[in-house]
């Protein structure tokens, strides 16, 4: 059930396209992937041949049939800001940016687990924090000090009129989810 290092489910994809859990011995659908991951376990996936890390197709293609069923897992306009980031001269602060942004999102999701009137004051803190630490990496002057130094992009060029107002889409995309989650209260 688990990979080199003890943790990891690992799952062969075979050339018919099947995928076998080699730990547990029996073949596995993409719904039972995503139900690993759900319960915070560690997925890798290889070509049985080639031994290629597949890993990052199939969550993909777990996010896609999950949107194909209507459960829409992100709206439109991020999806088509990520295709133009990934085409973009901001390329390869893109990764870096996603990750920071999840494991924040990941970090108040707890939070708010924890403390529900406090989520709204710590929302705004890490709003405020996130685009400040974004626009200083668009505009080349680096990331906070709290950032892991792997972690710290490039310097890239200076910000755009077209960065700026991505960045002020993705703001009112965060507003939105705030009034949301002032609703859950």
């Known amino acids: 059930m688990s990979d080199d290092d003890g943790d990891t489910i690992l799952i062969k994809r075979y050339a018919s396209r099947k995928l076998y859990d080699a730990g547990a011995r029996v073949y596995v659908t993409l719904d039972?992937?995503?139900?690993?991951?759900?319960?915070?376990?560690?997925?890798?996936?290889?070509?049985?041949?080639?031994?290629?890390?597949?890993?990052s197709q199939i969550l993909i293609q777990i996010i896609a049939d999950r949107d194909a069923k209507g459960e829409s897992a992100?709206?439109?306009?991020?999806?088509?800001?990520l295709v133009r980031m990934y085409h973009s001269q901001t390329s390869a602060l893109t990764p870096a940016f996603l990750t920071q942004a999840v494991e924040m999102f990941q970090k108040q999701q707890q939070e708010l687990a924890a403390a529900p009137m406090q989520f709204l004051q710590t929302m705004e803190d890490?709003?405020?924090?996130?685009?400040a630490d974004a626009m200083r990496a668009?505009?080349?002057g680096g990331v906070s000090k709290?950032?892991?130094p792997e972690a710290a992009?490039?310097?890239?060029?200076?910000?755009?009129?077209a960065d700026a107002e991505r960045?002020?889409?993705l703001e009112a995309q965060l507003k939105a989810l705030r009034d949301e989650l002032g609703k859950l209260k």
């Open 146 to 148: 709290s950032q892991p």
């Open 74 to 81: 992100l709206p439109n306009d991020v999806l088509t800001d």
């Open 126 to 131: 890490w709003q405020s924090k996130f685009f």
């Open 138 to 140: 668009w505009t080349g």
């Open 167 to 169: 960045i002020a889409a």
């Open 32 to 55: 039972d992937i995503a139900k690993y991951i759900r319960d915070g376990k560690q997925v890798r996936v290889v070509d049985k041949d080639t031994g290629e890390d597949l890993t």
């Open 153 to 161: 992009p490039a310097p890239q060029p200076k910000q755009t009129d």
